[in-house]
């Protein structure tokens, strides 16, 4: 069983639309991670979660991004207007002290 | 400043060692990591040091870290086909919890 499961694996959007991506990360740590790696390119740091509040982001996390864990299990990445630019595959780490594990990765394609 | 570095390629035939380098820029870095991404995959923890060490050997990986010069390698000895991948290397810097990912150098092992 994977320890940090992604949902959906590809989500395809239209430009302008709201997404949200799922990660459920089997354990109870404290630090979650969303991570973005635009195709071809280097894993950027996009946010990190601690004890359900924000606790570092980004240049890339604008007022578009926003994460919660609602229900103490799922954490989400949600971005209210997509562009074009943000397609791209979007990683859910957690934090082990010392090893970060990387869920699968949901690649989002904005048409 | 907060920056990995990494050449892009290398191309070793099959059986021969692999040598992969990563420069990075936080001497203040409490561990470094590498990770394994294989083609449409996600990110596979591989190996990890601890800044206070110089060494680091897990099977068939070896890992050097010369702190002076803010200087990783990983070493693959025996490298097999299902090497091929690309290889990141990441820093936690010490004022953040956070990784910061290199660029990735694909590795390409020739039969």
């Known amino acids: 069983e994977p320890e940090v499961t992604q949902t959906p694996s590809h989500q395809v959007t239209q430009m302008g639309q709201e997404v949200i991506l799922r990660c459920v990360p089997i354990?109870?740590?404290?630090?979650f991670y969303w991570y973005r790696q635009i195709l071809g390119q280097k894993v950027e740091f996009l946010v990190s979660?601690?004890?359900?509040?924000?606790?570092?982001k980004s240049e890339i996390f604008d007022d578009q991004f926003s994460v919660e864990r609602p229900d103490g299990s799922n954490f989400t990445l949600k971005i209210r207007s997509t562009k074009l630019e943000d397609s791209a595959m979007y990683f859910c780490?957690?934090?082990?002290?010392?090893?970060?594990?990387f869920g699968s990765g949901t690649r989002l394609t904005v048409v | 400043g907060e920056d990995v570095e990494q050449s892009l390629f290398l191309s070793v035939r099959e059986g021969d060692s692999s040598v992969i380098n990563c420069t990075y820029t936080?001497?203040?870095?409490?561990?470094l990591y590498w990770y394994k991404q294989e083609p449409g995959a996600g990110l596979q923890l591989l190996t990890y040091?601890?800044?206070?060490?110089d060494m680091k050997q897990d099977q068939r990986l070896t890992v050097l870290l010369n702190k002076k010069d803010k200087h990783l390698s990983l070493r693959i000895a025996d490298t097999q086909t299902g090497d091929s991948a690309i290889y990141f290397c990441?820093?936690?810097?010490?004022?953040?919890?956070?990784?910061?990912f290199g660029s990735g150098t694909r590795l390409l092992v020739r039969p």
């Open positions: 780490a957690r934090e082990g002290q010392p090893s970060y594990t």
């Open positions: 354990s109870n740590h404290l630090y």
């Open positions: 979660f601690y004890n359900n509040e924000i606790s570092e």
């Open positions: 990441a820093e936690v810097p010490g004022s953040s919890y956070k990784l910061i």
């Open positions: 040091i601890f800044s206070n060490m």
């Open positions: 936080d001497s203040s870095s409490t561990y």
